[in-house]
Nanobody, 115 residues
Framework: VQLQASGGGLVQAGGSLRLSCASSRRIFRNTYMGWFRQPPGKERELVAGIDAGGRKNFTDSVKGRFTISKDNAENTMYLQMTNLKPEDTAVYYC??????????WGQGTQVTVSS
């Protein structure tokens, strides 16, 4: 499975970006999907996810600003990011799980937010 992440870039604080993650494999309603990020010098952290039941969860720092969605027909997941802050600067990675031990990562896309 290949996951192609895109949409990162340089944006001013308060701006918006939409990240995309396209899967080479068909996704289903119960496919777990998530966006993670790794700020410089820090550990990778979960930003947002959609579980097998379709429930969405977000880390506290992005609640109300980020939205996660997916398009099963296009085999693509999105992360809409608004009101971006400098602390959102990180490499963003997408993840899709097609089974308990079938965990797949995208290559990462850089998001840089200037103050």
């Amino acid at each position: 499975v290949q996951l192609q992440a895109s949409g990162g870039g340089l944006v001013q604080a308060g701006g918006s970006l939409r990240l995309s993650c396209a899967s080479s494999r068909r996704i289903f309603r119960n496919t777990y999907m998530g966006w993670f990020r790794q700020p410089p010098g820090k550990e990778r952290e979960l930003v947002a996810g959609i579980d097998a039941g379709g429930r969405k969860n977000f880390t506290d720092s992005v609640k109300g600003r980020f939205t996660i969605s997916k398009d099963n027909a296009e085999n693509t997941m999105y992360l809409q990011m608004t009101n971006l802050k400098p602390e959102d600067t990180a490499v963003y990675y997408c993840q899709m799980r097609f089974g308990l031990h079938d965990i797949n990562w995208g290559q990462g896309t850089q998001v840089t937010v200037s103050s």
